[in-house]
Each structure stands twice: as C-alpha cells, then as structure tokens.
T-cell receptor
Framework: ELKVEQNPLFLSMQEGKNYTIYCNYS?????LYWYRQDPGKSLESLFV?????AVKQEGRLMASLDTKARLSTLHITAAVHDLSATYFC????????????FGTGTRLQVTL | EAQVTQNPRYLITVTGKKLTVTCSQN?????MSWYRQDPGLGLRQIYY???????DKGDVPEGYKVSRKEKRNFPLILESPSPNQTSLYFC????????????FGSGTRLTVV
C-alpha cells in the first residue's frame, strides 16, 4: 500500500524567510505532484515531477524529486503573505496513473 | 474554458435519502476520480475510472457508487447517506498518459444530518 507523508503538517513563517516542505512516499512511483489549496477552494496544480533529479521552479516555489530516496521537497524562498495556503503532494504508483494518493497536507501561514 | 464542473456546490440532506453529485469535464479526459477531503486526513480517493464503463474502487469506496456511461460524466451516488459521509468532495480528471496534472472541480460540501 502506498503511503505518502508530509512534514511539517503546519508551518508558520515570517515574510522573507526560507523554508522547505518534505514529502516522503513508501513505494516506487513515476509521478509526483504538488498542489496548492486556498481555504474553501479547490486544488490548483503547481508542479508535476516525472523523473529522478527533476527540479521545477515557479516564482518563489521550487520543487525537486529524488526517486531513490522517495523524497520530494517544496522549497519556499523569501516567503510572502500570498503564499499562505495548504500544500499537498500526491503520488501515483508506477503504471497506475489513474490512482493518485495524497499526503495529509502542510498548512503554511506566512506572517508579517 | 477547460474545466471540471461539479454540482451542487453545497448540499444538506438527511440520513438515508439517496443523492447524486454530478461531475462533468469538457477536456475529453479519459481518467476521472472522486475524492473526499476531511480535516487531518488529506484527500482520499473514493472511486476512479480509466475510461467509459471502466471503474474501480479507491481507498474509501464503502457507501458510494459511481458510473461512467459517457466519457464526460462521472456521477457519485450515495444510496443511503450517513453522517460519516459528511465531507468535502472533489471530482478530478486527467488525460491518459498525460504528463500534466489532474484538474479538480470546485468541490461539493455535503452535510448529512
């Protein structure tokens, strides 16, 4: 059974600071996704990581994937209040792209 | 506009009264899924479909039914809702073999009293 763990579950950080959210998964996977969810809203796709060593960046967010360690990171650089949201990683098992398993999410709160 | 449309957005119902939450996508996606989101538990997959007439159970299928008679529609049916099915539900779709992400609907907040 595929398990996906995120940490921390809650992160309060000051504007301007850097931090990293970690996503570990238990079984070989060929795709890892990062989503953002604002309170009361749907999920917005941030990144899709497809191969070992993949790195993608958008603005102040950078995601990376290490398939050997079964680990993905979402790095936040110089946080701003607008980044406050819940961030989820999700994984599909190799060969089963139809079944997406989510982590429990990391609630990020950026304070002034 | 490419989107996944769920209806209704909010629903309050009573225990045992059958209900259907509709989901429709206009992107010609093969894959469609239903998830429920509960505090502290993240999103859990209820059912998924890889194409018309092809469906399978996810992690929490008990108490739910689905059908996929047309490619664009994937309704979620609760034959006899119970209070433990009170949750936020999301439908999502994706192209088969897509290198992109799943597209999610706006969500349906269901309360069963």
């Amino acid at each position: 059974e595929l398990k996906v763990e995120q940490n921390p579950l809650f992160l309060s950080m000051q504007e301007g600071k850097n931090y990293t959210i970690y996503c570990n998964y238990s079984t070989t996977s060929d795709r890892l996704y990062w989503y953002r969810q604002d309170p009361g809203k749907s999920l917005e796709s941030l990144f899709v990581l497809l191969s070992n060593g993949a790195v993608k960046q958008e603005g102040r967010l950078m995601a990376s994937l290490d398939t050997k360690a079964r680990l993905s990171t979402l790095h936040i650089t110089a946080a701003v209040h607008d980044l406050s949201a819940t961030y989820f990683c999700a994984v599909t098992l190799t060969g089963t792209a139809s079944k997406l398993t989510f982590g429990t999410g990391t609630r990020l709160q950026v304070t002034l | 506009e490419a989107q996944v449309t769920q209806n209704p957005r909010y629903l309050i119902t009573v225990t045992g009264k059958k209900l259907t939450v509709t989901c429709s996508q206009n992107m010609n996606h093969e894959y469609m899924s239903w998830y429920r989101q509960d505090p502290g538990l993240g999103l859990r997959q209820i059912y998924y479909s890889m194409n018309v007439e092809v469906t399978d159970k996810g992690d929490v299928p008990e108490g739910y039914k689905v059908s996929r008679k047309e490619k664009r529609n994937f309704p979620l049916i609760l034959e006899s809702p119970s209070p433990n099915q009170t949750s936020l539900y999301f439908c999502a779709s994706s192209l088969r073999d897509s290198l992109g992400a799943y597209t999610f609907g706006s969500g349906t907040r269901l309360t069963v009293v």
